[in-house]
């Protein structure tokens, strides 16, 4: 049984030796067939050297190298295609994924569990943000058609099948959490503690998290559509049935003095909600944008592998 363990690399140079010789130590510890794909997401240092230095000296190590900065999201994508193994584990490059936990993947695996899942505690975290993440986690869970789950990352193992099934999905905007419970198989899930990251740092800002977020919530369900006209009946309601009274107050007691604060409040209200549904229509029809145009997720510049085991989708051009 070949295991492949992905490891999408950004700006990695500082720890990808270190990784490489953790990773290699463990499995050989386990004694499993086993390659590397390393992806190389458009780093601008020296990974990209590493790696193939890497991969001269040893032939169980293949990478793929995009043109650019992709995301992770791309990288974890090649790196599935890419990947042969009968089991696929992602794992991130900053050796914050503990790769001893492999193990227990894998005996996880052998007792039939298509999904593996590490879940990290949040452990030294920052307070505000473990705070966030909840709160997130309890709206999001609230709207999205699957269940998304806190600390659960990308940090996981695949079985062949269950790998196929996550390639099958070919659309552009990409949220894994929400692909992986979407696609479903038996799935288990255990608990790790959370390490901070070795070197380096996260590529995370408080600003790209609110977009992640924001994804997250758009990319499996039309809730906030359906949102977005629930609260303009209900504005329209309200208004008739204050206009209906002003109207009938002017008939009995005659025409009021101005209310000019009324109608600032009113115009400048109904200005902000037009602009909110506004934006949730543009942030849907900018998804359909970027779908319809169908162009691939990412672009290699170099690579040691083979062709990928998956054809690219139709209207997708070769990549290579
Ligand atoms: N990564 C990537 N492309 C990016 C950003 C990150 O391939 O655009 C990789 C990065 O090299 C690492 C993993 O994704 O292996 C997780 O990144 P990071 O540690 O920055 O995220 P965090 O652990 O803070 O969530
Ligand atoms: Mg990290």
Redesign the pocket.
């Not at 490891?7 to 990695?12: A, G, H, K, L, Q």
């Given at each position: 049984m070949l295991i492949s363990i992905v490891?999408?690399?950004?700006?990695?140079e500082e720890i990808i030796a270190r990784f490489h010789e953790h990773v290699t130590r463990e499995l050989g510890h386990i004694a499993a067939d086993f390659e590397l794909v390393y992806?190389d997401?458009g780093s601008r240092d020296r990974t990209l050297e590493l790696l193939q230095e890497r991969a001269a000296a040893d032939p169980r190590v293949r990478y793929v190298s995009f043109s650019r900065?992709f995301?992770?999201e791309a990288?974890m994508l090649a790196g599935l295609r890419h990947a042969a193994g009968d089991a696929v584990v992602l794992m991130?490059?900053?050796l914050?994924h503990p790769p001893r936990l492999v193990g227990r993947m894998l005996e996880l695996h052998a007792e039939g569990w298509d999904q593996v899942v590490a879940r990290r505690t949040r452990d030294g975290d920052r307070v505000t943000r473990t705070l966030l993440a909840r709160g997130y986690y309890r709206v999001i869970n609230r709207l999205v058609d699957v269940e998304l789950v806190d600390g659960v990352?990308d940090f996981r193992l695949l079985s062949r099948r269950a790998v196929d099934a996550v390639l099958e999905l070919t659309e552009y905007n990409r949220f894994s959490k929400g692909i992986f419970a979407w696609v479903g198989f038996p799935t288990t899930t255990f608990e790790y503690r959370n390490e901070g990251?070795d070197s380096g740092r996260?590529?995370?800002t408080l600003r790209k998290l609110f977009d992640y977020g924001l994804d997250g919530l758009l990319s499996f369900n039309d809730k906030p559509l359906r949102l977005a006209l629930h609260l303009g009946l209900v504005l329209v309601g309200t208004a008739s049935l204050y206009a209906a009274w002003i109207v009938g107050d002017a008939l009995v007691n005659g025409v009021d003095t101005p209310g000019y604060v009324t109608l600032l409040v009113a115009v400048t209200a109904l200005a902000g909600v037009q602009m909110v549904m506004l934006g949730v229509i543009g942030e849907y029809v900018g998804r359909i944008y970027y779908e319809v145009k169908r162009r691939p997720h990412f672009l290699v510049k170099a690579a040691n592998t083979g062709a990928p085991r998956t054809r690219p989708s139709p209207g997708e051009f070769s990549r290579r």
């Open positions: 490891v999408p690399c950004y700006d990695e992806v997401d900065n995301g992770k990288a991130d490059a900053d914050q990352g990251r996260s590529k995370w």
